[in-house]
Every structure is written in C-alpha cells, then in structure tokens.
C-alpha cells in the first residue's frame, strides 16, 4: 500500500532514523538540502553515538561551534542524567550567529522514551537572557526605565520594553546586564552596582 511504498522510499534514501516516531518521511525538495541531510557526523553519548545529519551546508559547517557551545553542551548533559529518555539522532535544521557568537539553533530529535515509545522532539536551543530592572527616584516618585524598540517576530513597532539581551558564553551575568544597559539606553553601570535577582530570590 502508500504507506509501505513512502516507508521502502524512506529506507532506500538513508537519510531517516525516525521510523519509529513516524510512517514516512518528507525530505527536501532542494537536491543540495537532500543530499545534505544524508551527511551524518555522530557524537558520543552513554557509550554509544549519536548520528547527526544538516539540512544545509551552512548547518554543517557551523555545526562545530554549535556541539561546542555551552548550550548545547548543557541540553545534552542534562538530557545524559534523565535516562527516562533515549536520543538516537538529530537533524540540524537551521543555526544563527550573533556575529562570531552562536546565537540560535532549531533541530529535529530521533528520541524515545525507555519504553521505546516516540516522543515529540523539536528543539529551539538558545541560551539565558539577562533583564534590567532600572528604578528612578526624581521628586518623590519612582520611574521605571524602558526602551523603545521594534520586534518583527510579533509584527510590531515601538514596543516598550525593560532593558534585555543574550548572556553570552561566559556566564557573566552582572558584566552583560550593564553591557546591555549601555548600548540600550547609554546609562553606564558598574557590574558591582548590581543585583542578580533571581540568585537573591533562590539562591546559587
């Protein structure tokens, strides 16, 4: 029958692991993107390995940076403790650079649970954010300080918003707060003017 017939096709191009989460498989129309995703570089993981396979050529050859950042790094270590679940292989689909920084990664997990049941497995990797609270005393009354910028993932223009940004590799949470305050707003501070709340409020 189709189904059959779309899953012999899937075993013939060899570029699907992810049978057992679903019937068939859709690759790229693009001949490049298809022969693509049939490069596999595997990595290591609980004594065994992980294949990996890039939907463009621009994934491939980021893909170094992305296996060696902290985020990813993190994602698997965590996922390496949970035994609950089993990670066969993943599909890069698309990376993004903040200039020579690994800024966003989106990839498609070949995971299941011990039991061997699929499990949705779509990951948006990216690493923590900093947000600046700033309060303003002037004649008795407190201000909060905002920026004004636009955001095209919500289609909108002169959003208001408290100071944020990307912590970047290091983990120098009070360094990139004020980083982001001056290139927001242009108020410098020093990092030891401020408090990390979240490690106030929880703890290390």
């Given at each position: 029958d189709q189904q059959q017939q779309q899953q012999a096709e899937c075993a013939g191009e060899g570029s699907c692991n992810s049978s057992i989460?679903?019937?068939h498989c859709t690759f790229p129309k693009d001949g490049l993107a298809r022969r693509m995703a049939q490069s596999v570089n595997p990595f290591s993981f609980r004594g065994g390995s992980v294949s990996v396979q890039f939907d463009t050529a621009e994934c491939e050859e980021l893909w170094p940076t992305v296996f060696a950042s902290k985020k990813f790094q993190d994602w698997v270590t965590k996922l390496e403790v949970n035994?609950?679940?089993?990670?066969?292989?993943?599909?890069?689909?698309?990376v993004d650079?903040?200039?020579?920084?690994?800024?966003f990664c989106k990839f498609k997990t070949d995971i299941t649970r011990a039991d061997g049941t699929a499990v949705p497995g779509i990951v948006f990797l990216r690493g923590g954010a900093v947000v600046i609270?700033?309060?303003?005393?002037?004649?008795?009354?407190?201000?909060a300080l905002t920026t004004v910028q636009d955001r095209i993932p919500i289609a909108g223009q002169h959003c208001v918003e408290v100071p944020a940004g990307m912590l970047d590799e290091s983990g120098h949470f009070a360094g990139m707060a004020a980083k982001e305050m001056e290139e927001e707003t242009g108020v410098?501070?020093?990092?030891?003017?401020?408090?990390?709340l979240t490690q106030l409020t929880f703890g290390d």
């Open positions: 989460s679903s019937p035994t609950d679940f089993v990670l066969r292989g993943l599909r890069v689909q698309s650079m903040f200039g020579p920084r690994f800024g609270l700033v309060i303003l005393t002037c004649e008795g009354k407190e201000y410098v501070l020093n990092a030891d003017e401020l408090v990390d």
